[in-house]
């Protein structure tokens, strides 16, 4: 039997894309043991891993912050006697964290971001505009570097043990024979967020159909205003702004029709329990290889601009001033790849 130690502090969604890699990786060889270092706060995204994985969850922002903290948390780490570090995140933490191993001998192996390419993708003029490797692939990569072969065949995180479901219904009512729409409006940086004014206007298509429910899903005090005005003006409309656990999210997320997500941790939260996300894209672009789990091209908005994707992250000002990329999708398209996978 071997340990092997996995690393991706953060962010949410890049935490949840290591799932698909992380549990084929344990199916294939149960007899080893893997443990996932991340923050502590993510723990319940592995609820339902495979026996053979387990999760340590770090205080980055209190006993293990800064070099001291690092340092106290590699000889928490060390006292379980690796024979793998596997670096799914390749930032100054984790690079720390895999000096030290390497110096106590341990082979390691660290994630190829792409930058370049990247960079190349991104770039203002003469963009090189082809598909990059997936985030699934790139995570592959490093434990294949370790020497272990496997494919990815994940499905869903259900599939892996019983849920209990009795907190949903509490909270949505019962399901029947409505469509379950979920959206998540919401994303980190503004080049990711669908106008909410648009949006609203795919909201009040649905609103008239007595055959679907809306469910939205976010977070934070200026998110729940907004949410709650909708909610107020259109009766299907169901906020879980603030109402379910992370876990009680996933598993809501399992029972939905359908899920609408910006580029965003809920479109990979929902791919995890195999539901089918339509997707929207701005200044970003699937072809940089964020792409939710066995989600397709097909149900990705986004329209041809010379000047997509900007930004990898999103997180760029639109030197056009317009956000055209986002301003420019048509929600009745949207409501079009919506009502395309409910009928």
């Given at each position: 039997m071997s340990k092997i130690l996995i690393i991706r502090f953060s962010a949410l969604g890049d935490v949840a894309m290591t799932i698909p890699v992380i549990y084929s990786f344990a199916v294939k060889y149960p007899e080893h043991d893997i443990t996932i270092l991340s923050e502590a706060g993510l723990k319940?995204?592995?609820?339902?891993?495979?026996?053979?994985?387990?999760?340590?969850?770090?205080?980055?922002?209190?006993?293990?912050?800064?070099i001291t903290g690092l340092k106290k948390l590699y000889n928490e780490l060390r006292k379980k006697k690796f024979d793998y570090v596997a670096d799914f995140h390749s930032v100054i933490r984790s690079f720390y964290l895999r000096l030290f191993?390497?110096?106590?001998?341990i082979p390691t192996a660290h994630i190829d971001k792409g930058r370049n390419e990247k960079a190349n993708l991104t770039q203002r003029t003469n963009k090189t505009f082809v598909q990059l490797k997936s985030s699934f692939t790139r995570y592959h990569e490093v434990l294949q570097k370790l020497g272990f072969d496997f494919d990815l065949n994940f499905e869903s995180i259900i599939n892996n043990n019983e849920f209990d479901l009795s907190p949903i219904p509490s909270q949505t009512g019962a399901k029947g024979n409505a469509k379950w729409i979920?959206?998540?409006p919401f994303a980190k940086h503004k080049g990711k967020i669908y106008p909410l004014e648009l949006q609203e206007k795919v909201i009040?298509?649905?609103?008239?159909?007595?055959?679907?429910?809306?469910?939205?899903?976010?977070?934070?005090?200026?998110?729940?205003?907004?949410?709650?005005?909708w909610v107020k003006k259109y009766p299907t409309v169901l906020s879980m702004v603030g109402k379910l656990n992370l876990s009680q999210e996933i598993l809501l997320m399992s029972?939905?029709?359908?899920?609408?997500?910006?580029?965003?941790?809920?479109?990979?939260?929902?791919?995890?329990?195999?539901?089918?996300?339509?997707?929207?894209?701005?200044?970003t672009h699937s072809y940089a290889g964020f792409m939710?789990?066995?989600q397709t091209d097909d149900n990705a908005i986004q329209i041809d601009l010379s000047c997509r994707p900007c930004s990898?992250?999103?997180?760029?000002?639109?030197?056009?001033?317009?956000?055209?990329?986002?301003?420019?999708?048509?929600?009745?398209?949207?409501?079009?790849?919506?009502?395309?996978?409910?009928y």
């Open positions: 319940p995204m592995f609820e339902s891993a495979p026996k053979n994985v387990h999760f340590f969850g770090a205080d980055l922002k209190d006993k293990h912050d800064g191993f390497k110096f106590d001998g979920g959206l998540a009040a298509h649905f609103a008239n159909d007595k055959r679907v429910k809306i469910i939205i899903f976010g977070g934070g005090e200026e998110e729940t205003e907004i949410v709650n005005e029972q939905l029709d359908v899920m609408c997500s910006m580029d965003s941790a809920n479109m990979h939260l929902a791919s995890l329990v195999n539901t089918t996300v339509v997707s929207l894209w701005g200044a939710g789990w066995n990898i992250y999103g997180n760029k000002e639109c030197y056009r001033k317009d956000y055209a990329c986002l301003n420019q999708i048509e929600p009745e398209y949207i409501v079009y790849k919506i009502e395309k996978t409910l």
